[in-house]
């Protein structure tokens, strides 16, 4: 469908326990100091539980809906490699993917009861013409703590973003405690700069 | 000032906004945030009930006392709350009372789908329905308006889609506390026998009309003329939905969603060529417009269950899709939610999987060791009725059920409506071995606390219940403890239990892993490859730190058997593997040992 407003989709996808929510209202925050409208909408409750979890950011300068439909969405954002596929009709041709090359094993993998789906990136590289693999929680061992990976999936995103950096380097102040500070502006940075632009 | 809140947010916001000092609720998702933020304000008072009757009967009591109290619940949590809401429809609310319903389209965590806009029909009182955090920031001060102004309880209805989305909020002064506390008896407005009950049945009548006068008038009951070809009648989320597909047709878009504006929308549809009802779940503007006698189109073409979105709205209209990636042809394995590593619920589920028992079940975080592997739970109805269940299936069985009918259920549910089936239970004789699942918090729904937790809501110490001598004084023929990371122990408890004549409580303790007051830092736990013979026994606790390593994956040389038969091996994720040691009681080969 052609649609009028300008407003861009992004969809964030993973695991419980990524810190997905965190992410994306990281983002969300950026870009209202930005000036933009802006919405996001999850589901929290069950989700909390090592299941999957999304989570929807429009922007623009006027937003009504805080989801995307099939086909809307302008970036995915794979925090695990299985997640990404699962989302795949909220995507267009024109989509970008960004893919966390990282596994978690979903119990029924565990079980032996099902096979986990080998060559997700290359069923990517066949569906889109944009597609930027990051091995983000490796990066966020070397910034200093793993748990950082979803600000390194912030920091390789916000390449795509029309946010300043000092503005985010605000946001990750404001929205961790000091002693965490460092280590997620450290890696944010390398998130935001592991692959050329 | 501008902030990015949640749905959730904004309401507590709105309220304190509007000087709103106290607020009471039961803990549910999608509604829990409401009274967590609103708690943290300012001179404010709240509470986290029992269960959701009494939040809203605490909120009576201090309505009628002169405070404008603030009550929260998801939508089954109305149900608990029905009794009262249906006569203090009837006695009018003094000081104001607004209810937040937060229901849950599609069942994200809910049990069921239930339309609450049907309770403000079949109470008869008046209903908001906002459709982003700007509005449930307005809309709550709106009910409190109509609460004063009307003398009704006013229900604020928002769906999972508003209370958990997040968007920008224009913040406004709080306006300051107002103190219009009273001690004013007046039995002929609350003490509702028959004679005055009767009498206050017209009053409700008389309030009803004059609220359908309001609602032509509402300004959040707005006409949106553009487009004359086809017109829109919709409320809350949908509204955002529909906006952001057909910008320019033209809309009727309702804040006041019960009583509806009859003249307003009679004049809408004057004024546009094709018109629509877009509702999800019942069709509750749909038929009242039809009962109008105006043609509508609405169910014919939009789902009856489920929530909607951006293309399942332009789809039904249209009739046209938008052009999506094709999923490829592979199976994508289920990620559902599942118990954390360290859950204490895992070993009390594991070893009931193992007997042959019917677990009649309840709801919370263990509800999900119904599935595989753990597969011992057999029910889940609603809260408290494991307790009642149990008690039921056993006297149905008799002597065909002795020793096979285990009822479990968690703390917080245990407080919310556990109680009282426990006392059918010794009353009438009943034979059920009932399990507490005592993780010292509501974890489901985000770590509240409850009367069991020694501490209130605003983080006081307060008293805690103490589940052992609860039992002992209403009289069950035995009390026990188990800790449920001990498998052999919580093996034991429960064999001899369903061995014995009577009722049987049994107390199965341990923090869950996420509780912050007792977190206890454990090293992780490890698997010997030198001892690991690929048995999976150990997978069978259904963990996700444990994973299963296919040696047919790895190339020839990066493995080691230990026999000959050996497909592969467990692995355990040091990351985040808490030490729990269920996973290790199981392993007949001592391979699983302990970081350090
Ligand atoms: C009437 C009603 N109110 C609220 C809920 C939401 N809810 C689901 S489970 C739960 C509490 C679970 O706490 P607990 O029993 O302690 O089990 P845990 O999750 O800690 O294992 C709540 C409040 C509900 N389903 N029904």
Redesign the interface.
Known sequence: ?ER??K?RRLLLAG???QGILKAS?MI??AL?YEGL????????????????VTSHVLYGSK??????????VDILIAFEI??S??Y??????T?KVILNDFRI?????????????EHIED?WKE??TSLEVIKAREIARKAGN?RSENVVMVGILARHLPVKREIWERVINESFSEDLRDVNIRAFQLGYSALPS | MKALLSGNEAIARGAYEYGVRFGAGYPGTPSTEILEAFSKYEGVYAEWSPNEKVALEVGIGAALAGEKALVTMKHVGLNVAADPLFTVSYTGTNGALVIVSADDPSMHSSQNEQDNRNYAKFAKVPLLEPADSEEARRYVKIAFELSEKFDTPVILRTTTRVSHSKGIVELEEPTAYEDKRMIKPDVAKYVMVPAMARGRRHEVEKRLRALKEYANTCPENRIEMADPEVGIITAGMCYNYAKSVFPDYSYLKLGLVYPLPERLIRDFASRVKKLYVIEELDPFIEEQVKAMGISVVGKEIFPYAGEFDPGIIYEAITGKKNITLTPPEIEIPPRPPNLCPGCPHRGIFYVLGKLQVFVTGDIGCYTLAFMKPLEGLHSCICMGASVSMAHGMSKALKEKGRGKIVGVIGDSTFLHSGITPLIDIVYNKGEAVIVICDNRTTAMTGMQDHPGTGFTLQQELTKAVNYEELGRVLGLDSVRVVDPYDLKETEDVLKEELSRAGSSLIVSRRACVLYRREKVKQESLWVDEEKCVGCRQCLNVGCPSLSWIDFSDLPEGAYKKITKKQKGRALIDADSCTGCSICAQLCSKKAILRKG
């Open positions: 469908m009028k407003d407003v695991v419980g326990g209202d969300c925050t209202m409208d802006v919405k996001k909408s999850e589901v929290h409750g069950m989700a909390q539980r090592g299941g999957s937003v009504f809906s805080p989801v995307a439909g099939r086909g809307e299985l997640e596929l699962r795949i009709n909220y995507l267009k041709p989509s094993n979903p119990p029924v993998v565990n079980l032996g009861i099902m096979k986990y789906p069923i569906q889109v793993f």
